[in-house]
């Protein structure tokens, strides 16, 4: 089992900064890619950014230049740096991780979700 929590979401004004952390523990022999991933009322799931163990990192178009994720392998943790955030950032977070599983089969777990409110 890959266990998966995530910190930091709250309500913060329009133009705002807020860091999300997760942070997956459990039995695994590495971490492949660890993800950030988002969901707005009635909208379908997508991805927000993604970096891998190497530390090559993916984002999608709407947060490239106001979001950074970054991760601390050593911690098994991954970050998410949001800033100049708009209302249409609102919605539930959520933190995905691709684990290798001592058989060496990948383990693909998410978090509980952490909600973000963007607004005046």
């Known amino acids: 089992q890959v266990q998966v929590v995530e910190s930091g979401g709250g309500l913060v004004q329009p133009g705002g900064s807020l860091r999300l952390s997760c942070a997956a523990s459990g039995r695994f022999v590495s971490i492949d890619v660890m993800a950030w991933y988002r969901q707005a009322l009635e909208k379908e799931r997508e991805l927000v950014a993604a970096i891998s163990s190497g530390g090559s990192t993916d984002y999608a178009d709407s947060v490239k230049g106001r979001f950074t994720v970054s991760n601390d392998n050593a911690k098994n943790t991954v970050y998410l740096q949001m800033n100049s955030l708009k209302p249409e950032d609102t919605a539930v977070y959520y933190c995905?991780?691709?684990?290798?599983?001592?058989?060496?089969?990948?383990?693909?777990?998410w978090g509980q979700g952490t909600q973000v409110t963007v607004s005046s």
């Open positions: 995905n991780v691709v684990a290798k599983k001592v058989s060496g089969v990948n383990y693909n777990a």
